[in-house]
């Protein structure tokens, strides 16, 4: 069965390093998302993804985040410079279309920050 | 703002036991409605998912969920628990646009 998979499954790295989150999403999806979930939280929605444009975005994400879709596989989350609060499990997700469709999720990248 | 509401952190209970996961939403409008649950180091897998249409939905592994309405809520319930259910599910809400909401997530421990 197709999966989303996730690198790396767990980074650590200084506060105000930049970090890439990637993320592989199935195939034939179209729709691309980012959560995260900071221990003892809830699931956060981030970011959503299509057709090489942000559609949807949360407080959260502000300009220290970017996402891109650099090759027809891959799908990232870069984090310019981080903080001791970025410190969470990235989840990436993927669905063939928005609305009532399925995300499948990937298992998640814990990001520690230092 | 649509919310989520999941009544029980964690649900301790025996195997073969039935269990039921709690699950209350607050939305002005209609939403979809998902349960995923998580095994230790994985990701989300939907359980089963609300759309429209009949309020009792299956979902995998034997689970079912009911949709009520007029009470807000989405329970997940199981007759019958194994060994195998150990994890943490998460409620989740979805009005317009792309983002789910989630809820803080119930860990359910079946004891032998």
């Known amino acids: 069965?197709?999966?989303?998979?996730?690198?790396?499954?767990?980074q650590v790295t200084q506060m105000g390093q930049e970090v890439i989150l990637r993320?592989?999403?199935?195939?034939?999806?179209?729709?691309?998302?980012?959560?995260?979930?900071?221990?003892?939280?809830?699931?956060?929605f981030l970011v959503s993804f299509y057709n090489n444009e942000i559609s949807e975005k949360s407080e959260?994400?502000?300009d220290q985040f970017s996402v891109e879709r650099p090759d027809g596989s891959n799908f990232t989350l870069k984090i310019r410079s981080t903080k001791l609060e970025d410190s969470a499990m990235y989840f990436c997700a993927s669905s063939l279309t928005p609305?009532?469709?399925?995300?499948?999720?990937?298992?998640?990248?814990?990001l520690t920050v230092l | 703002a649509q919310s989520v509401t999941q009544l029980d952190s964690q649900v301790p209970v025996f195997e073969e036991a039935p269990v039921e996961l709690r699950c209350n939403y607050s939305s002005s409008v209609s939403v979809y409605?998902?349960?995923?649950?998580q095994y230790p180091n994985q990701g989300l897998q939907l359980l089963l998912k609300y759309l429209s249409g009949s309020t009792l939905v299956k979902g995998i592994n034997g689970f079912e969920a009911e949709f009520n309405k007029s009470q807000t809520s989405f329970h997940l319930r199981k007759p019958s628990v194994h060994i195998s259910d150990t994890a943490e599910y998460f409620c989740a809400v979805k009005e317009y646009g792309n983002k789910l909401v989630f809820g803080a997530g119930t860990i359910l421990r079946v004891k032998s």
């Open chain 1, 1 to 10: 069965e197709p999966e989303v998979t996730q690198t790396p499954s767990h």
């Open chain 1, 23 to 44: 993320c592989v999403p199935i195939s034939n999806h179209l729709y691309f998302y980012w959560y995260r979930q900071i221990l003892g939280q809830k699931v956060e």
């Open chain 1, 60 to 62: 959260i994400f502000d």
């Open chain 1, 99 to 110: 609305s009532a469709d399925t995300q499948y999720f990937g298992p998640g990248t814990r």
């Open chain 2, 33 to 37: 409605l998902f349960w995923y649950v």
